[in-house]
């Protein structure tokens, strides 16, 4: 401090550290330097701030006292002086490379919540919405039923509260400022602390190809925004407790939905063109059958239920609108593998051949691929 300019090196201690600073004051023009002394209001400091992809800011700015309500906590805050720029769009271009990226470094911080009366701990839900009155009404509805809730405005406040203090679940909208629920749900999809976290879409949204694309992601479900809060409550439970079965490695080679969301077709023709390998898993009221796919072509069907040829099981199978789908990486045997799209587009034939049938020739075919 030769020149009587207090000047300190700001550095993080991670990537996720930075970006809880950035959402929670320097997006807004305040810093809070980690040390011990207090300076008079007015003090004049000079910062040289060190960012996660080795850049580096030279800010100034003035001590001030803690927001109301924040008095204890531990530094010095410090109100910025007005960014250049080219300093504004550095930052941000360093802000939007890290918010899809893990960092190894850090992980969120769990903190188990106490137990209610009755001896059971409540869920920690972590609801998102750039709508005020939806906060509001389903927070408060959540609230009264035992779940405790934290809300955000956009996506980037809630990654920000959930690096600092991990939800049992998120439960978010899609279209936000700042970053919108895909957004969200890939930075916390590329996160290993959050494996165990489910994402769940609060969403209208209809088409097919748009909520592949969510299960592609990580997307744990999609509930409409006019469902009642118990039932909402039901499927988050659901939700947690499938998260938790999953193993900490290579969730992300995995595919899970509902088959009301998105039909068999579509995550079939989604295979293939990947060339995914391994096995789907198709369950219904109890009743299942795995599919066994080779660089995206079938190479087998466990349990066949009344069928007695693999096809006219996937046909059968192609037919349900309620159940749901599961997919994990494996390795599989080729063997005489059928091409998947062979299979959709002679399922179409039969059903368009089915739908112009007279129903007592649809019924004698129908009991004939049974035998």
């Given at each position: 401090?030769?020149?009587?300019?207090?000047?300190?090196?700001?550095?993080?201690?991670?990537?996720?550290?930075?970006?809880?600073?950035?959402?929670?004051?320097?997006?807004?023009?305040?810093?809070?330097?980690?040390?011990?002394?207090?300076?008079?209001?007015?003090?004049?400091?000079?910062?040289?701030?060190?960012?996660?992809?080795?850049?580096?800011?030279?800010?100034?700015?003035?001590?001030?006292?803690?927001?109301?309500?924040?008095?204890?906590?531990?530094?010095?805050?410090?109100?910025?002086?007005?960014?250049?720029?080219?300093?504004?769009?550095?930052?941000?271009?360093?802000?939007?490379?890290?918010?899809?990226?893990?960092?190894?470094?850090?992980?969120?911080?769990?903190?188990?919540?106490?137990?209610?009366?009755?001896?059971?701990?409540?869920?920690?839900?972590?609801?998102?919405?750039?709508?005020?009155?939806?906060?509001?009404?389903?927070?408060?509805?959540?609230?009264?039923?035992?779940?405790?809730?934290?809300?955000?405005?956009?996506?980037?406040?809630?990654?920000?509260?959930?690096?600092?203090?991990?939800?049992?679940?998120?439960?978010?909208?899609?279209?936000?400022?700042?970053m919108d629920g895909w957004g969200l749900l890939r930075a916390i999809r590329s996160r290993p602390a959050f494996v165990h976290v489910p994402v769940v879409f609060l969403t209208r949204l209809s088409d097919e190809a748009t909520r592949l694309?969510?299960?592609?992601?990580?997307?744990?479900?999609?509930?409409?925004?006019s469902m009642p809060s118990e039932e909402i409550l039901a499927r988050l439970r659901g939700a947690i407790a499938r998260r938790r079965l999953l193993p900490t490695t290579n969730v992300s080679q995995g595919l899970r939905g509902e088959l009301?969301?998105?039909?068999?077709?579509?995550?079939?023709?989604?295979?293939?063109?990947?060339?995914?390998?391994?096995?789907?898993?198709?369950?219904?009221?109890?009743?299942?059958?795995?599919?066994?796919?080779?660089?995206?072509?079938?190479?087998?069907?466990?349990?066949?239920?009344?069928?007695?040829?693999?096809?006219?099981?996937?046909?059968?199978?192609?037919?349900?609108?309620?159940?749901?789908?599961?997919?994990?990486?494996?390795?599989?045997?080729?063997?005489?593998?059928?091409?998947?799209?062979y299979l959709l587009l002679e399922h179409a034939r039969r059903s368009d051949e089915s739908a112009n049938m007279p129903e007592h020739a649809r019924h004698e075919r129908e009991a004939k691929a049974a035998r």
């Amino acid at each position: 401090m030769s020149d009587g300019i207090h000047t300190y090196a700001v550095r993080f201690e991670s990537r996720d550290d930075f970006l809880v600073e950035y959402t929670d004051r320097l997006r807004h023009g305040a810093l809070v330097l980690p040390v011990s002394d207090r300076f008079p209001s007015g003090t004049v400091v000079r910062l040289r701030v060190h960012l996660p992809d080795e850049g580096v800011l030279y800010l100034t700015g003035v001590a001030v006292a803690a927001p109301r309500g924040l008095a204890a906590e531990q530094g010095q805050w410090v109100k910025l002086n007005p960014l250049q720029p080219a300093d504004e769009a550095r930052l941000e271009r360093c802000v939007d490379g890290l918010l899809g990226g893990a960092d190894d470094a850090a992980t969120a911080e769990s903190h188990p919540a106490e137990p209610d009366a009755d001896g059971e701990t409540p869920l920690a839900v972590l609801l998102v919405d750039d709508s005020v009155s939806q906060r509001l009404e389903l927070g408060e509805a959540l609230r009264n039923r035992d779940v405790r809730v934290r809300v955000a405005e956009n996506g980037l406040l809630a990654l920000s509260h959930a690096l600092k203090r991990m939800p049992d679940a998120i439960l978010t909208d899609v279209e936000m400022p700042q970053m919108d629920g895909w957004g969200l749900l890939r930075a916390i999809r590329s996160r290993p602390a959050f494996v165990h976290v489910p994402v769940v879409f609060l969403t209208r949204l209809s088409d097919e190809a748009t909520r592949l694309r969510g299960y592609r992601l990580g997307v744990d479900d999609y509930l409409p925004k006019s469902m009642p809060s118990e039932e909402i409550l039901a499927r988050l439970r659901g939700a947690i407790a499938r998260r938790r079965l999953l193993p900490t490695t290579n969730v992300s080679q995995g595919l899970r939905g509902e088959l009301e969301h998105v039909r068999l077709g579509s995550v079939l023709a989604f295979l293939e063109s990947e060339r995914r390998s391994g096995w789907l898993h198709v369950r219904r009221s109890g009743e299942v059958s795995t599919l066994h796919v080779c660089q995206g072509a079938l190479a087998g069907v466990e349990n066949l239920g009344r069928q007695a040829h693999p096809h006219d099981r996937v046909f059968e199978l192609l037919a349900w609108s309620h159940g749901e789908f599961e997919f994990s990486a494996q390795d599989v045997e080729a063997g005489e593998a059928t091409p998947l799209s062979y299979l959709l587009l002679e399922h179409a034939r039969r059903s368009d051949e089915s739908a112009n049938m007279p129903e007592h020739a649809r019924h004698e075919r129908e009991a004939k691929a049974a035998r």
